[in-house]
């Protein structure tokens, strides 16, 4: 599955010194991998752009607009599978946690044959 995205802002913040343009420079296309949707994979076509910034003392002249919420800097995959994979970490540190728990136990009452 392909989803197509356009960020709505007309405008964006220079990274480096935070000056407000709307002036494109270019455009281009990320491709995104997201979290799968009923067992198929989804991939985004995210269409982002390049702004000039607006401040002739920036060091940076032209820079990528930012989406914090959705990916980050040069990352080939949406911020919901790492959240997702964060979630499935969690819960299996407190599985072992609590499986380890048990064994301890176990092996107390009962002591290994070896």
């Known amino acids: 599955m392909v ?3 356009r960020p709505k802002s007309a405008v964006s913040l220079c990274p480096c010194c935070g000056c407000q343009t709307g002036r494109v420079h270019s455009h281009y296309v990320r491709r995104l991998t997201d979290l799968p949707w009923q067992g198929q994979v989804v991939e985004i076509r995210l269409h982002a752009r ?8 920036c060091p940076r002249r032209i820079f990528t607009e930012r989406l914090p919420a959705t990916v980050r800097p040069k990352a080939r995959r949406t911020t919901r599978p790492g959240e997702s994979q964060l979630v499935a970490l969690r819960s299996a540190v407190s599985l072992a946690r609590a499986c380890r ?7 107390a009452v009962t ?4």
Do not use: G, M, T
């Open 50 to 57: 390049r702004f000039r910034c607006a401040n002739p003392q």
């Open 101 to 107: 728990a048990n064994w301890l136990c176990r092996s």
């Open 111 to 114: 002591p290994c044959s070896e």
């Open 3 to 5: 989803l197509v995205a």
